[in-house]
């Protein structure tokens, strides 16, 4: 028998215009997490349906993820202030955080001499700090066709708007600036990295309705490389994405990155695309190609499967090779595990 798409679970590709929603209007009442006014809870919530959040991300959802990211801490080992200079750099000089005691070298500040080193040893001691220096984030969002998909939990898109609002949550909380880019099949944008909560708001204003403006760079390879211009060197960049397309100049992007970068790699997948049903026959769309699967050829099921564990296996040997991090993501897992695992 043959069975729809759409009776897998929510399935299929929808035009960019009609997945977004967008809740900017003016509502009074209590301020939500942004300090914005909030009007009553089922106005809002009439402007977006529980079923329009599982293939459209409202601004509402990704302002809740303020709580729940209070629980994600990036890089806690590096962290010493809740404000401007969050993380040490690999500079010595005079700062804020003790590094170490060595002996005594001309033109060293008298005011840092280490008086119970040098009354011990009989040599003249200085102490030397590290600078503490803000690190910004970069988050780079795949909106393409391939990720207005899911049989499963949410969108790939969805999911990865609320991986990236967890991710500026936790930033701004840990008083990073905040920088961002949203890539499609018509076209890129990227957001400079600034600090606050209203720099948060136009990163998550810009994933409700990303404004692509007039720029002919589209596609992953477009995006990895415009990347290079907008994340400067010492910037952590986590780059969420289903990696379709991922080729040879992509990656080269990807080591030229890695470089100069602290890169992490959230692939965000269906359970569809890595294990076929086992039973059945099943009628697949996008509204313009149509593909049959009968589950009964177990070749055909044993290949498709071998497909996305051979992809797998190329996305961690590259991470390895590259010294990322790689992070898997489904559609029905939630979002906070999976950064929080990454930390462990």
């Not at 010492?234 to 990696?243: E, H, V, W």
């Not at 489904?330 to 929080?340: C, E, F």
Request: glycine share 6%; proline share 4%; net charge positive.
């Amino acid at each position: 028998m043959r069975q729809s798409a759409q009776h897998l679970g929510v399935l299929g590709h929808q035009p960019q215009a009609d997945r977004r929603r967008t809740d900017e209007q003016h509502l009074h009442g209590p301020r939500d997490a942004l300090g914005r006014e909030q009007g009553d809870r089922s106005a809002m919530n009439a402007v977006v349906t529980a079923d329009d959040e599982r293939i459209a991300v409202s601004l509402k959802s990704l302002v809740d993820l303020a709580k729940p990211a209070a629980m994600l801490r990036l890089r806690p080992q590096h962290i010493r202030a809740s404000q401007n200079g969050n993380y040490l750099s690999r500079f010595k000089g005079r700062g804020m955080a003790f590094a170490e005691t060595r002996l005594y070298q001309a033109g060293d500040d008298v005011r840092r001499m280490d008086w119970r080193v040098t009354a011990r040893t009989g040599k003249p001691h200085s102490k030397i700090f590290q600078e503490e220096r803000e690190r910004p984030l970069f988050i780079s969002v795949d909106y393409r066709a391939s990720m207005n998909f899911a049989t499963r939990g949410v969108f790939k898109s969805v999911q990865a708007a609320k991986l990236a609002a967890l991710l500026a949550w936790a930033a701004l909380q840990q008083g990073d600036r905040i920088g961002g880019q949203i890539f499609t099949d018509q076209g890129c944008m990227e957001l400079k990295p600034r600090t606050g909560k209203a720099a948060l708001l136009r990163f998550f204003n810009a994933l409700v309705a990303p404004k692509l403006g007039d720029n002919r760079d589209k596609g992953l390879e477009q995006a990895l490389s415009r990347l290079q211009h907008h994340a400067h060197p010492g910037s952590r960049i986590y780059i969420i994405s289903d990696f379709r397309g991922l080729d040879a100049s992509a990656e080269q992007h990807l080591a030229q990155l890695a470089r100069h970068c602290e890169v992490v790699l959230i692939q965000v997948y269906d359970p569809l695309e890595s294990q076929l049903p086992s039973t059945g026959r099943y009628r697949f769309t996008d509204r313009l190609r149509e593909v049959i699967f009968d589950s009964a050829n177990k070749q055909q099921l044993e290949h498709y499967h071998r497909r996305f564990q051979q992809r797998q296996a190329h996305l961690q040997r590259l991470s390895n090779k590259l010294k990322l991090q790689w992070l898997p993501c489904s559609t029905q897992q939630s979002p906070l595990t999976v950064l929080a695992r990454g930390q462990q």
